[in-house]
C-alpha cells in the first residue's frame, strides 16, 4: 500500500515460518459461539469459522509482518499504474480447484459479479467503485478503476474470494447451506456436525504449495474446529486436551486457572505472544439511531460511570491497559499526540467536530480511585446528564420534560459479557440508571447486531497498520443505514467521511499517519462508545505437542505456521 515489498521476488518463504516444519498430525482448536451455514459472504446465517483462507483462497495473499503488502497466491503477475486507475491480474497457470478444474478468469468475473450482487454489504461498498471487469482471456482479468480514486482498490481486489463458477448457483447463493463451497485453497470441508464442529482435511493435491508465499505454512493433515458455548467450558476441554492451543481472552482465568497437572509437568505452557498490530477498539457501543443516546452529553456522562480501575483490579489483576483511541498502541493513535499541521489542515472545515483536549492530544478517558464508587466521577456525570436535560427523581434518573426513567438494555452473548455487564449495570444503579442485562444465543444476538436491534452491547473492531476501505464499513455515514455493516452505532458525520477519504487518497506514510489520527480524533470527540481494554500481549496456551516458529509475525501468532512436534 506504501513504500516497497519486503521480501523481493522469488522469496523462498515468510519470515515468521519454519519452512522445515513437518507435516502430519491433526490440530484441534477451540471457537466460541455457534454455526449455522457454511457461507461466509452473505449477511443470513452464522458462518463457521476459517472457511476464508482455508477453503476459498484469492488471487493474492497477505505478508503478515507488513502492514499491507500482498504476494502472488492465484495470481503470478499483478500489472497496474501509478495512479491505481486499473489493475490487471494474470492467474497462475498451475492455479487448480481442489475438484481439479482450472481456476480461470471467468471464475474471477463471475466471483466478483456474485459477490457484489448477492454478498455481504461490505462488497458492494468497494466492489461499486470498480467501472469495468473482463477476462481477457482464459488466464488474465482486468479491472478498469477509472473514476475510483481509491488506491487501496487493486489491493482489495486482490483479496476478493474465488469461487468455482462451475459449483456455485447464483439463486441460492444468499441461502445458509451446510454444503461446503468448493475452493482452491489447501483445505477441503471434510466433516460437519451443525453447531458443534467442521473438520477441514488437507488436499494432497493443493495446486499451491510449493509457492512461498506457501511454505512452512498448512502443516496439519486435518483441524478441526470445536463449538464452544462460553469461555469457561472451552477452558475446560482444553485442559482435557480435547484442544491443542487456547488464546485466553479472560486475565482472571489466565492468572490463577492454568495450574492444572498438564501445565506443572510441562506437558502444556502458557506464553505471552507480541504482537505489533493497533489493539483496536473494544467498547460497550451506543447505538446512536436510538434517541435515549442521541445526546452527546448523555453519551459521556455514561462513559464517567464505566469504572475501569475498579474492574480491573477486582476482576481482571491489573492486567488490562484502558483503550484510549482507536488504534492504540501505534503511530496512527491519536491518544497523547497533538495534532500537527497537517491534522489541522484536514480538520479545520470541521471545527466543531473535534474537542479541543483531544486536538491538544490531551485527552484519555477518565480515572477513577478504584474504590467503585468514586464521588467526583458520579457527580461529573450527574452534570452531564443535567445538562442534556435528566435529574434524579427520588432513587431514579428521569427526563425533566417528560418524567421517563432513563433505562435500556445490555444485550449480551457470553458469560464475560454478561458479568462486564452486570458490573457496569451496578454501577449505573447509583445515579439511577436501570441497565437491564440481556444473555440471548450467539444466533440470535448476531440477527439482532445484524440489523442493530440492540440499545448497547460489546463490540470489538480489530485495526491493520494500514486501515482504509473497511474504515467506511466501520464509521461511514452511508453504513449507517445497511443492515449487515459494522457501522453499529449509526455514526453520520461528515467530518468522518473526508478523514477516511484522505486516508484513502495519501500517497505518502506522514499524509496517511496524519488523516488516521484526524479520523481518530473526530471518532473520540463523538463518545460512540464506552472504551474498554486490551492485554499488552497475546496469551497463549498450547499443549507441547503442537509446536510453533520461533518468530511471532507483526500481526501475532499465526495456527497456520504451526505443526505437530511429536513431544
Not at 325 to 345: T, W
Request: hydrophobic share 40%; net charge neutral; charged share 25%.
Amino acid at each position: 500500500m506504501h513504500g516497497e515489498p519486503a521480501w523481493p521476488a522469488g522469496f523462498m518463504a515468510p519470515t515468521y515460518v519454519n519452512p522445515e516444519a513437518p507435516k502430519g498430525g491433526q490440530l484441534t482448536q477451540g471457537v466460541l459461539g455457534a454455526f449455522d451455514s457454511l457461507n461466509p459472504f452473505i449477511v443470513k446465517g452464522l458462518p463457521a469459522a476459517n472457511i476464508r483462507g482455508y477453503v476459498i483462497e484469492s488471487l493474492l495473499a497477505r505478508g503478515y509482518d507488513e502492514p499491507f503488502t500482498l504476494y502472488g497466491l492465484l495470481a503470478e503477475k499483478v500489472v497496474t499504474d501509478e495512479r491505481r486507475s486499473f489493475v490487471t491480474f494474470t492467474i497462475n497457470e498451475k492455479a487448480r480447484f481442489s475438484d481439479g478444474r482450472k481456476v480461470t478468469a471467468e471464475d474471477v468475473v463471475f466471483s466478483f459479479n456474485l459477490l457484489r450482487d448477492h454478498g455481504r454489504p461490505l462488497f458492494g461498498i468497494y466492489y461499486n467503485k470498480v467501472a469495468k471487469v473482463e477476462a481477457r482471456n482464459e488466464r488474465t482479468v482486468h479491472f478498469d478503476l477509472t473514476g475510483a480514486d481509491d488506491r487501496e482498490l487493486p489491493l482489495i481486489l486482490g483479496l476478493m474470494p474465488v469461487l468455482a463458477k462451475h459449483a456455485v448457483d447464483p439463486g441460492k447463493f444468499e441461502e445458509t447451506s451446510f454444503e461446503p463451497l468448493l475452493g482452491s485453497g489447501p483445505y477441503r470441508i471434510t466433516a460437519v456436525r451443525p453447531g458443534d464442529s467442521v473438520t477441514f482435511t488437507r488436499n494432497e493435491d493443493y495446486w499451491g504449495r510449493d509457492l512461498g508465499i506457501n511454505r512452512g505454512l498448512w502443516n496439519f493433515d486435518t483441524i478441526k474446529f470445536d463449538y464452544y458455548r462460553d469461555g469457561n467450558t472451552h477452558f475446560e476441554a482444553f485442559k482435557r486436551g480435547d484442544c491443542d492451543l487456547r488464546l485466553e481472552t479472560d486475565p482472571g482465568r489466565w492468572q490463577t486457572a492454568y495450574d492444572f497437572p498438564a501445565i506443572r509437568t510441562g506437558k502444556a505452557v502458557k506464553e505471552g505472544l507480541p504482537y505489533g498490530l493497533p489493539k483496536g477498539m473494544d467498547g460497550l457501543v451506543f447505538n446512536t439511531r436510538r434517541a435515549l443516546f442521541k445526546d452527546i452529553r448523555v453519551r459521556e456522562a455514561l462513559l464517567h460511570l464505566f469504572d475501569f480501575e475498579w474492574i480491573n483490579h477486582t476482576y481482571f489483576f491489573d492486567l488490562y491497559k484502558r483503550t484510549a483511541s482507536y488504534f492504540d498502541g501505534c503511530d496512527l493513535s491519536a491518544h497523547g499526540v497533538p495534532a500537527n499541521a497537517r491534522e489541522k489542515e484536514l480538520l479545520a472545515p470541521f471545527a466543531d467536530e473535534v474537542r479541543a483536549d483531544i486536538m491538544a492530544g490531551q485527552w484519555a478517558p477518565p480515572v477513577s480511585d478504584g474504590s467503585g464508587r468514586d464521588r467526583k466521577l458520579l457527580r461529573r456525570a450527574l452534570d452531564l446528564f443535567a445538562e442534556a436535560g435528566y435529574a434524579l427523581k427520588g432513587q431514579t434518573l428521569v427526563n425533566t420534560t417528560t418524567g421517563v426513567p432513563f433505562a435500556f438494555e445490555i444485550v449480551c452473548t457470553t458469560r464475560d459479557q454478561e458479568r462486564l455487564g452486570l458490573a457496569y449495570s451496578a454501577s449505573l444503579k447509583r445515579v439511577g440508571i436501570e441497565a437491564l442485562v440481556r444473555t440471548i444465543d450467539a444466533t440470535q444476538f448476531e440477527r439482532r447486531r445484524i440489523a442493530f436491534d440492540f440499545d448497547m452491547m460489546q463490540y470489538r473492531w480489530d485495526q491493520s497498520l494500514s486501515p482504509g476501505n473497511e474504515q467506511l464499513f466501520y464509521w461511514g455515514s452511508d453504513a449507517a443505514d445497511q443492515n449487515g455493516s459494522r457501522n453499529y452505532m449509526g455514526v453520520k458525520s461528515k467530518a468522518v467521511d473526508a478523514m477516511i477519504a484522505a486516508m484513502l487518497a495519501a500517497t505518502e506514510r506522514d499524509d496517511f499517519v496524519a488523516a488516521t489520527r484526524a479520523l481518530d480524533r473526530v471518532l473520540l470527540s463523538g463518545f460512540y462508545v464506552v472504551p474498554l481494554y486490551f492485554p499488552p500481549v497475546q496469551w497463549v496456551a498450547r499443549w507441547t505437542r503442537i509446536a510453533h516458529p520461533s518468530q511471532t509475525s507483526l500481526f501475532g501468532y499465526l495456527p497456520e505456521t504451526w505443526w505437530r512436534s511429536g513431544a
